[in-house]
């Protein structure tokens, strides 16, 4: 079955960075489009990057430049770094396979 964890959240100042990662099992992250959400409190979820089982990769137009999704298909894990970060990136952030089947979330938080 397939299962996806989501791990490198935590505590970061402004400016700063965090690379998050995300282990699956029950499916090859290669066959698969796969995408970072984030969902801040009251606020709309919303897709941040993903990458096709191609490569080719895309991103929300207020994090391109700043952050950049990754794959390890030896490791079958994904990755988002995440540079200069801004308060607004503040949210709980998923690991979804085709945005069909997510993690459990990892809270990143951007103090001011």
């Known amino acids: 079955q397939v299962q996806l964890v989501e791990s490198g959240g935590g505590l970061v100042q402004p400016g700063g960075s965090l690379r998050l990662s995300c282990a699956a099992s029950?499916?090859?992250?290669?066959?698969?489009?796969m995408g970072w959400y984030r969902q801040a409190p009251g606020k709309q979820r919303e897709l941040v990057a993903g990458i096709s089982s191609g490569g080719g990769t895309q991103y929300a137009d207020s994090v391109k430049g700043r952050f950049t999704i990754s794959r390890d298909n030896a490791n079958n894990t994904v990755y988002l770094q995440m540079n200069s970060l801004k308060p607004e990136d503040t949210a709980v952030y998923y690991c979804?396979?085709?945005?069909?089947?997510w993690g459990q979330g990892t809270q990143v938080t951007v103090s001011s």
């Open positions: 029950g499916f090859a992250v290669r066959r698969y489009y």
């Open positions: 979804t396979q085709g945005a069909r089947s």
